[in-house]
């Protein structure tokens, strides 16, 4: 069984800055493919970076220049730096994990990340 557990959500001012952090565990194959998507309020889940375990990264259009996505693989846990936070980017923001060849899909619970204007 494979855990996913977000931390580093809060509230921050129009402007700051935030780092989402996710603890993996459990039986996670070198195979992999780690992300972040969020989902406000009356929308659906949008995919906001993924990493693979080669280290490519994806993003969407409206984060590149101010996310970054990495990954520690010694210690299984995947990283979000926020920049230039802005209101749009109020969310719950979801850790992903897409295990080994068959890519089984996991998720984290989630964590609130709120920008006040």
């Known amino acids: 069984q494979v855990q996913l557990v977000e931390s580093g959500g809060g509230l921050v001012q129009a402007g700051g800055s935030l780092r989402l952090s996710c603890a993996a565990s459990g039986n996670i194959f070198n195979i992999n493919v780690m992300g972040w998507y969020r989902q406000a309020p009356g929308k659906q889940r949008e995919l906001v970076a993924v990493?693979?375990?080669?280290?490519?990264?994806n993003y969407a259009d409206s984060v590149k220049g101010r996310f970054t996505i990495s990954k520690d693989n010694a210690k299984n846990t995947l990283y979000l730096q926020m920049n230039s936070l802005k209101p749009e980017d109020t969310a719950v923001y979801y850790c992903n994990l897409l295990n080994g060849i068959f890519k089984t899909p996991y998720w984290g619970q989630g964590t609130q990340v709120t920008v006040s204007s």
């Open positions: 990493v693979a375990n080669g280290g490519a990264t």
